[in-house]
């Protein structure tokens, strides 16, 4: 599984409130992502970075941001939780150097009241 | 932007059967198409890819065809087993911005 700690495992949080993600890789994989799964929309991208403070947007970023100060550390952070971002939260790292597999953390599932 | 649509949302096999899932790409950039499966509760996980610069991939029963003209590839399953049950998710990668694009998944049940 790549190395790959998600915390925490399961979050309910009210409306309004900051919650911060924490993906952790062991593999000094260069890139890693967040992407949110929901039943019809498979799995969509929310950030990603390609090295420290390195990151950039996806297709569904807004609401989110995003740091990597340390290589083995993206934390996802939701600045006003809505409900809208009730979903379980995957992050995914990938080496680089040519090889285009993205291996999953065992996600997050966030419950926004 | 990039965008894969996958086909069918559901499908139901008699276990000894084959499946087939289909997906179709708009980004004719796109050289990097791989397939994840995920069980219930668990992580996605890559089971096959494909690079454009092949036509076909095998795997024992798991195959993956592409068709660059066409824009579309598929995953292929022989003899099913009740373990092959999971959602299967197809994804495109463009050689121009790295990112994954996934399909919106394939509920997959084999039925014994």
């Known amino acids: 599984d790549a190395g790959i700690t998600q915390s925490p495992r399961h979050k309910v949080t009210e409306t309004g409130t900051p919650v911060t993600l924490r993906c952790h890789q062991t593999?000094?994989?260069?890139?890693m992502y967040w992407y949110r799964q929901d039943p019809g929309h498979g799995l969509r991208l929310i950030h990603y970075?390609?090295?420290?403070?390195?990151?950039d947007k996806g297709e569904v970023s807004d609401g989110y941001s995003v740091s990597r100060s340390k290589t083995e550390d993206f934390l996802l952070t939701l600045e006003s939780a809505t409900s809208s971002q009730t979903s379980v939260y995957f992050c995914?790292?990938?080496?680089?150097?040519?090889?285009?597999?993205?291996?999953f953390g065992a996600g997050t599932r966030l419950s926004v009241l | 932007g990039e965008n894969v649509e996958q086909h069918p949302s559901t499908l139901s096999v008699q276990e000894g059967d084959s499946a087939v899932i289909k997906c179709t790409y708009s980004?004719?950039?796109?050289?990097?198409f791989p397939w994840y499966k995920q069980e219930l509760g668990k992580r996605p996980q890559l089971i096959i890819d494909?690079?454009?610069?092949?036509g076909e991939k095998k795997d024992q029963r798991i195959a993956v065809t592409l068709n660059k003209t066409a824009k579309h590839f598929s995953l292929h399953i022989t003899e099913t087993q009740p373990e092959d049950s999971a959602v299967y998710f197809c994804?495109?990668?463009?050689?121009?911005?790295?990112?994954?694009?996934f399909g919106q998944g394939t509920t997959l049940q084999v039925k014994p």
């Open positions: 994804a495109a990668s463009s050689s121009n911005t790295g990112k994954l694009i």
């Open positions: 970075s390609y090295g420290v403070k390195d990151t």
């Open positions: 995914a790292t990938e080496p680089g150097q040519g090889s285009n597999i993205q291996y």
């Open positions: 593999e000094n994989h260069r890139y």
């Open positions: 494909i690079r454009s610069n092949v």
């Open positions: 980004d004719s950039a796109s050289n990097y």
